[in-house]
């Protein structure tokens, strides 16, 4: 498992850095600089608000689907044919629960047209999702890594175009990115659905309505995670917009700091989509996914963290690199915001623990008691302190639901259902587990609250020794570099990197691991 995991991840990150780094700091951002505060801010408000209610879309189908192809690949032809039936149906009600907030909150009509062109993406993400959780369900990870940055790889492609390419004619407009996403999702969505129907081998659609109603019923706790994560992930510039005298461009300067923040996010959330289908497959299998979780932590947490703690340090002066003329009330946000990564990781790893382990309640209960967090402190913070007060939410809402998914993994899986590579366990060992059950998990307690805090004394000096490089005659890219290195070695020292473990599990043969 953890052979397949990092050999996959590897591929994944090598290919997305490519691809949507390029897409973020290429394309998105001269977009905003091109189109101005207002418009884009405009966009990026209504883009946010699209997104709130994809609930709808898919109703938790997504995972359900991942977990329970991962579980008995032949699932695909039982399944296929009811999923796509009930996700036509939702996306009905998608567009009529939208637009009736959208009339109710006071849009105009050039605000609902956009909006339009961006549900249909939307529709379009979400359908796509769905046929790669069948593709990777189906363990062709490779190629729905691919598929992964596929979409933004062709809007990189008809963006650069629009904008460098001199064959659109006059200057470049907001309309022209929104479509050039549409025609990217359309085409990916398509390519998605054909590998589907032939690798899965569905001959046709046979709706069942035993079966439909079976897994709306499995669905439902998959939803209300969807749900929770998406509102207090997206909420934030909407009510920017919405709270503040001039929102348009208040949501326009929060999506600078936010930019980044977005993208970098995007790194947890691979884990997360590639962690699920093989520790679920991993679990169905007997097998324990202790390791695998713990080494998908180490790859992850300790380079996201330097790396955030790094960018807090230099707010200032990558938002000077990224735009024309960023503003000043952006800074504190980008800050709060690379912290926010923090937590963030560790939301990812352990969230997906749960959701392989089949613990939806508990992780729906953690992620709704999150949102309701997060919209409070939002319109609390918001009017007070602006972007910024975003930012404080997101980092509250993001910290919290991170210790509560840490907590429910600690509490309700000790031993994260044995360790890799084994199988039952006899009566005897049983026995003998019962009897050290309690010293064992107090150890274990112990143990993991000692690598949280030598987690956290390692960002914390990683952030002094940047605190006092930026201090000398350094240029802040030399400095920064450095601050790199510094977390880079006590990453290290303090065993949160193991580059030798990892490429021996790399040249290892696969029967060997």
Request: net charge positive.
């Amino acid at each position: 498992m953890r052979r397949k995991f990092l050999i996959n991840i590897l591929f994944l990150l090598a290919v997305s850095i490519l691809v949507k780094a390029f897409w973020v700091l290429g394309i998105d951002r001269t977009v905003q600089n091109v189109v101005g505060e207002a418009a884009y801010g405009s966009y990026f408000s209504l883009f946010s608000f699209s997104v709130l209610f994809t609930l709808l879309l898919d109703m938790g189908l997504s995972g359900f689907n991942n977990r329970a192809v991962s579980a008995d690949p032949s699932r695909v032809k039982l399944y296929f044919g009811n999923v796509l039936l009930l996700r036509l149906l939702l996306t009905a009600a998608y567009f009529v629960v939208t637009l009736a907030v959208a009339f109710a909150l006071g849009y105009g009509q050039r605000q609902i047209t956009f909006l339009l062109v961006l549900m249909l993406n939307q529709v379009m993400a979400s359908m796509i999702l769905w046929l790669r959780s069948n593709i990777s369900g189906m363990q062709y990870l490779f190629l729905d890594s691919l598929l992964s940055v596929a979409d933004r790889l062709l809007m990189v492609i008809i963006c650069a175009v629009l904008l460098w390419g001199g064959v659109a004619g006059g200057e470049f407009r907001i309309e022209w990115f929104i479509w050039a996403q549409t025609a990217a999702y359309f085409a990916v969505m398509c390519m998605a659905f054909i590998i589907v129907v032939r690798r899965g081998g569905v001959s046709g659609v046979k709706p069942d309505s035993a079966l439909l109603r079976s897994i709306i019923a499995t669905g439902l706790p998959y939803a209300a995670v969807v749900f929770s994560m998406t509102l207090y992930w997206r909420i934030d510039s909407v009510m920017i917009e919405r709270l503040l005298p001039d929102g348009a461009t208040g949501a326009g300067n929060y999506a600078q700091a936010f930019r980044l923040f977005d993208a970098l996010a995007m790194i947890p959330v691979m884990f997360g989509g590639l962690l699920l289908p093989i520790m679920t497959r991993g679990l169905a299998s007997g097998a324990g996914i202790r390791p695998l979780a713990a080494m998908a932590g180490r790859l992850l947490l300790a380079p996201l963290g330097i790396g955030a703690v790094t960018l807090a340090t230099f707010p200032r002066e990558i938002l000077y690199l990224l735009y024309s003329s960023p503003a000043e009330s952006a800074v504190d946000a980008f800050r709060l915001l690379m912290i926010t990564l923090v937590p963030v990781g560790a939301t990812y790893i352990f969230s997906t623990v749960l959701t392989a382990a089949g613990k939806l309640k508990l992780l729906g209960a953690i992620t709704v008691a999150g949102m309701i967090i997060n919209i409070a402190l939002n319109r609390i913070l918001i009017p007070y302190a602006g972007p910024a007060g975003a930012a404080i939410t997101a980092l509250t809402t993001q910290a919290l639901v991170a210790a509560g998914c840490m907590i429910a993994v600690g509490r309700t899986m000790p031993g994260f259902a044995g360790t890799e590579g084994s199988g039952a366990v006899s009566a005897g060992e049983g026995m003998n587990l019962a009897r050290s059950a309690g010293a064992g998990m107090n150890l274990a307690r112990l143990s993991g609250a000692g690598r949280i805090i030598t987690y956290i004394l390692m960002l914390l000096l990683t952030f002094s020794a940047g605190w006092l490089l930026r201090r000398t005659s350094l240029a802040w890219m030399a400095a920064g570099g450095l601050q790199l290195a510094t977390g880079a070695v006590l990453a290290l020292l303090f065993r949160f990197a193991e580059p030798l473990r990892s490429l021996k599990l790399l040249t290892d043969r696969p029967g060997s691991v």
